[in-house]
């Protein structure tokens, strides 16, 4: 038989031990605290920006010929009912180093129609040429990217209006006269066709 005191040692280790499983029991079934989750943003993805290429600038081409100078509309409306007429070798102003490219006339008598020159020549000279001009009584303004300068003048004999224009983009000079017509349409019709995209 066990004495006293041994057994009421066993019975106090008796006690402890489950409560001792109990203890580890219920720490086991602590919840888990969430993982901290940062506040910062998701990156945002980088936009890439695509700079548009700037078009070629035009470019002056020469036209074929006198028909294709500028619209067949315009041409009409400038000189219909007007032949065209052999050019032979008109002087006009240009600077003194331009070289003809293409002559165009249409008159009917002497007081009715115009001409047209293409020349080629440097951006100084025709720069430097437009001086020239303005002295002898033509007014000059930038337009269509060059510079156009207009003379007008009224024929004493037949009463006839005459305008004179030159016109300089480039390397490129354009005189136009015309008699008793309206060229309001042939110069922005010119430059179109011959600096076309």
Known sequence: MLSRPYSQCMNRILLVVPLIAAGLALAGCQPTAPAETSDSPEPTPTETVVTPEEPPAPVFSLPADCDHIASTATLNTVFGGVDQRDPADLTRPAPASATKLLTCSWFAGDVTGGD???????????????????????????????????????????????????????????Y?????????????????TAWSA
Not at 176 to 185: E, K, L
């Open 176 to 192: 136009i006269g015309t008699s008793n017509v309206d060229p309001a349409p042939l110069l922005p019709d010119l430059v179109a």
């Open 116 to 174: 047209v020159i293409y020349y080629q020549t440097t951006a100084a000279a025709a720069q430097s040429y437009l001086s020239v001009v303005e002295a002898n009584g033509y007014s000059c303004l930038a337009a269509f990217e060059g510079t156009r300068c207009d003379k007008q003048t009224t024929n004493s004999e037949f009463g006839t209006t005459s305008i004179e224009t030159v016109f300089t983009r480039d390397d490129t000079w354009i």
